[in-house]
């Protein structure tokens, strides 16, 4: 098979599946580097703004206003680093976590929904491929 072609292909399949799970939220939602920021701190803990931007890998300016967006609506708190004043540390809040749930939960029922339609043997087939998937977004 043709890697150039595969990749296209894959690109064009998961454009459109993000696409259409973006439109299902409501206008003025968190936005999708928001949505990552706040899944990165869920997962890994508190970090500061110049890491966060790193491991997302935008520009620590393009950070400081997806921070402010989120923390203006009250789903991160900036706190003092104890070892350095100069730097701050941003966590999620509670608010953040629960916003996080629902955006998944949302997110993942229309997945659910569309693959009811799936027979078993496709539903597997999507099943196996998910570790290539995810292998593959590594090496992005």
Do not use: N, W
């Amino acid at each position: 098979m043709d890697t150039v072609a595969l990749a296209a292909a894959l690109r064009l399949a998961m454009g459109r599946i993000v696409r259409r799970l973006r439109q299902a939220h409501a206008v003025g939602d968190v936005t999708l580097s928001g949505v990552s920021v706040l899944a990165r701190l869920a997962r890994t803990g508190p970090d500061s703004p110049g890491a966060l931007a790193e491991l997302e890998r935008v520009r620590p300016q393009a950070m400081a206003s997806t921070l402010a967006g989120l923390e203006q609506r009250g789903l991160v708190r900036r706190t003092p680093d104890t070892a350095d004043g100069r730097r701050a540390i941003v966590s999620i809040t509670d608010e953040g976590r629960t916003m996080l749930e629902q955006r998944r939960s949302e997110s993942v029922g229309r997945l659910a929904h569309a693959l009811d339609e799936f027979t078993a043997q496709e539903r597997q087939a999507l099943q196996d491929a998910l570790p290539l998937l995810d292998r593959l977004a590594d090496r992005l």
